[in-house]
């Protein structure tokens, strides 16, 4: 219905109004280029829900991955491969996965790899490769606490050292034409901080006093002289401002209760010019007309009820079809509204639908999710339940309704962005701030104005690519219309074809694989011959890589929580709580990969706390790792040497190694996969090279770690990164072998169920910090349960429900219940 009435209104707006026709024709031109960019170029929006807030160190992070396309935020259907990256404290890359999405959901984790532990904020990134045509704001970003066993994060940043910006509302200072203008003041950390503060001229005289209304926000009205200078002063130093333009046009909205009122200020419009107004939410026109302007004025107004929830960019054309002001606004529509119920059907109520209940008790939760008008829908949603006495829960923290119908189409950071959608009072009015003082657009209006000069750099990925050249073998001629022959998997089972382009470039697209997978390539030139070399290029060197360190949320250290339960063992701090869920995950992990579980419950018998602590280091360590830059002795010694000095390694002779894996096969114990630079070779190449020759050496042994690279994988991995790149055996004229990263294999949430084990009589202790993770529930206008088991930790606990209806309404519920000794 809003989309019937945003054409008709655009429509009559055209037809009945009475203009200059050559003038409509640029403005009109540009609005429709507008749309038809937006309509064939739709964008895909991505938002990670993950299991916490905060996490320890060595925890896995898990995640439930929604991409969205279009202004209605339907699932998408045009990308298949997510990006997600774990970014430590200085900004650098710990890991990254990728996810298979099938319309637009997707799931997996995160772990912290190989780095050494570090509290501190990290940060989570997920992207497709398509929406980084769009923008900053087209990359998800969450800020994440982790924490050690430090005793506290002490602060990095100067307190007074402060950022204060000036945003003219319109987007320029235009002499004597009074503006609003916004202020907005943040701290090194990203954080805002409350100010106030005064303008001042070139002759010291006060014109404007300015002070924050929320999150460091506010506004002040003043009105420029093109014949002055002006300076802000705040807490005693100086900030520069906006300088002032001789001539220009402005907007100006006021967000009323029902209405918006837009007005247009100028000190260059003729008696018989007029503007053009045009009003879009996440690309989608809802407005169009003109504004009759005297030479100074201009106002319209227009109803809240027209635009969809979201953030509302109003773009004013002048008589030459060129944007010269623009203002965004934001909007609530209850027609957007989804909203999800939930019930209890076990646990006692304690209090007005506040629950109790027993250590290992079985949790029933009847949920549902209604539209506006209260009838039942379907959708896909995620679900996590974990401690909630651990961290301060922030109730106003991104979440799936926020990203999408606001984050995304504003760039940078959004300070508790909950509370614009929450029942506070000033909750519109203060987004009305955020619109003021953001500073940018997600839609750039140069692309329209310069839309012949548009270029794309990635399209929807359907699976993973790879690029490379063919060239000749003597003379290294780009070689035209070369045979690309390729096939996945060491067998060779099926082989495909393609052809290089006039560069003697070739794109091999569209493959579909899990964890590791070989792929071989042979190539003939136009004749036939394989007298050619194959060139290829790094899988996802079109990637981004961040050169900004995170901005760090000081908060409070982690607290010593001591958890009792029935057993007669003594309490455990938190750190050591942590330790051991972090174990009994991995170990179920591991089951998983090596297919030795399927339903079962991973009940294994433990020790006493501090050979748990030893354990645990090697638990955390994804391989043996060596570096041999950070081992400057093993470096004059013999490469032999050196992997004689690696756990689990056996050389037996200068052409054979062993590495313990606990596997056998029918002629004895397999022989590792030998990989040097992402090239898989043998046992000579390896004992060929010197330490001067390698940089690192990585030994997987661990069943998880293992399966990614299938059956190839039973013997151990030994992987090797040189100084000078690899050029062995595998890499030779006309053919050349590969190993490559494909989508990470699912796996299932470490959740025990005590109806199927004997939880009475089982010893061990159940110190999950997250009891439940769902990330993709699919649920019917019947709603659906979600059951999962408590722990042996008395604590309070939340439930966090996230998740989009299949019309493309966002919805969140969260709430709480009570675990009793």
């Known amino acids: ?435 003021l003082t953001q500073g940018w657009r997600a839609f750039n209006m140069n692309d329209i104005v310069n839309i012949t000069e548009l270029q794309i750099q990635s399209f929807p990925e359907r699976g993973f690519r790879i690029t490379g050249n063919v060239r000749s073998d003597l003379l290294r001629r780009q070689l035209q219309e070369a045979n690309i022959v390729y096939s996945l998997g060491p067998a060779n089972e099926e082989l495909f074809l393609v052809q290089t382009d006039a560069l003697g470039d070739f794109v091999i697209d569209e493959l579909q694989f899990f964890g590791n997978e070989q792929i071989t390539i042979r190539a003939n030139d136009a004749e036939g011959r394989d007298r050619v070399l194959i060139g290829l290029n790094p899988q996802f060197d079109h990637l981004p890589e961040n050169e900004d360190p995170i901005k760090q949320r000081i908060t409070e250290s982690q607290p010593e929580r001591a958890r009792q339960t029935e057993t007669e063992i003594d309490p455990l701090t938190f750190d050591e709580r942590a330790a051991l869920a972090q174990i009994d995950t991995e170990r179920f992990l591991d089951a998983q990969m090596s297919v030795l579980l399927d339903d079962v419950v991973v009940t294994a018998e433990r020790e006493n706390i501090d050979t748990f602590e030893r354990s645990l280091g090697v638990m955390r360590t994804r391989s043996q790792r060596v570096d041999l830059d950070e081992s400057p002795h093993l470096q004059d010694a013999p490469f032999l040497a050196v992997l004689t000095q690696i756990p689990g390694v056996t050389v037996l002779g200068m052409d054979q190694l062993r590495v313990s894996t606990g596997a056998l096969s029918l002629s004895g114990t397999p022989d590792p996969l030998i990989i040097i630079d992402d090239v898989i070779t043998d046992a000579e190449d390896l004992f060929s090279l010197t330490t001067m020759d390698v940089q690192t050496v990585n030994v997987f042994r661990r069943a998880s770690e293992l399966a990614v690279w299938g059956s190839q994988g039973t013997g151990g991995v030994i992987s090797v990164r040189t100084r000078r790149g690899f050029s062995g055996s595998r890499q030779m004229r006309g053919l050349i072998t590969a190993q490559l990263e494909g989508y990470q294999i699912p796996v299932r949430f470490y959740s025990p169920r005590y109806g199927f084990v004997t939880p009475d009589e089982e010893e061990s202790v159940d110190n999950r910090i997250t009891l439940h993770w769902d990330p993709i529930f699919s649920f019917t206008p019947n709603g659906g349960t979600i059951r999962f088991w408590t722990n042996d930790v008395p604590s309070e606990y939340r439930i966090e429900i996230q998740g989009i209806t299949q019309n493309g309404k966002p919805f969140y519920k969260t709430r709480t219940f009570n675990l009793r000794p």
């Open 1 to 435: 219905m809003i989309k019937r009435l945003s054409f008709l209104i655009f429509a009559v707006l055209f037809a009945y109004q009475p203009v200059d026709a050559q003038n409509l024709s640029r403005q009109g031109e540009f609005v429709n280029n507008f749309r038809s960019l937006n309509i064939d170029l739709s964008r895909e929006r991505v938002f990670l829900h993950t299991d916490r807030q905060w996490y320890v160190f060595g925890d896995r992070i898990w995640v439930s991955a929604y991409v969205v396309d279009g202004s209605r935020l339907i699932r998408s259907t045009l990308s298949n491969v997510l990006y997600v990256e774990l970014l430590d404290p200085d900004g650098d890359l710990v890991e990254r996965v990728y996810l298979k999405i099938e319309r637009g959901r997707g799931s997996g984790n995160l772990t912290f790899g190989e780095i050494s532990p570090r509290a501190g904020t990290y940060q989570i990134r997920a992207y497709t490769a398509y929406a980084l045509n769009f923008g900053e704001s087209y990359i998800f970003k969450q800020d994440i606490q982790v924490y050690t066993d430090e005793i506290e994060i002490a602060s990095i940043y100067d307190t007074d050292d402060i950022d204060v910006q000036f945003f003219p509302e319109g987007g320029d200072l235009i002499d004597g034409i009074t503006t609003r203008v916004g202020v907005k003041a943040i701290g090194p950390d990203g954080l805002h901080r409350n100010i106030s503060g005064s303008v001042f001229n070139e002759n010291g005289q006060e014109v404007a006093r300015f002070t924050s209304e929320h999150l460091g926000m506010g506004y002040f009205e003043f009105t420029p002289d093109i014949n002055e200078t002006y300076t802000a002063r705040v807490r005693g130093m100086s900030y520069e401002f906006p300088n002032v333009r001789s001539s220009g046009t402005t907007l100006r909205v006021d967000a009323q209760d029902t209405q918006f009122e837009v007005k247009s200020f100028s000190n260059e419009i003729d008696d018989h010019e007029s503007l053009f107004l045009f009003a879009h939410v996440r690309g989608e026109v809802f407005f169009a007309g003109r504004l009759n302007q005297t030479p100074n004025y201009g106002v319209t107004w227009i109803s809240r009820d027209l635009f969809p929830t979201g953030v509302i960019h109003f773009t004013l054309l002048d008589t030459n079809g060129l944007p010269v002001s623009e203002r965004l606004a934001f909007n609530i529509n209850e027609l957007d509204e989804a909203t999800a119920q939930t019930e209890f059907r076990t646990g006692i109520e304690i209090q007005d639908d506040y629950y109790s209940f027993e250590m290992r008790d079985e949790v029933e939760l009847f949920f549902s999710v209604t539209n506006h008008e209260n009838d039942l829908v379907r959708g896909s949603a995620s679900i996590s339940v974990f401690d909630d006495q651990v961290d301060t829960f922030n109730p106003y923290a991104t979440n799936i309704i926020t990203r999408f119908y606001l984050e995304s189409d504003i760039v940078g950071f959004v300070e508790d962005p909950g509370f614009y959608f929450s029942k506070n009072d000033n909750a519109l009015e203060h987004a009305d701030l955020l619109m």
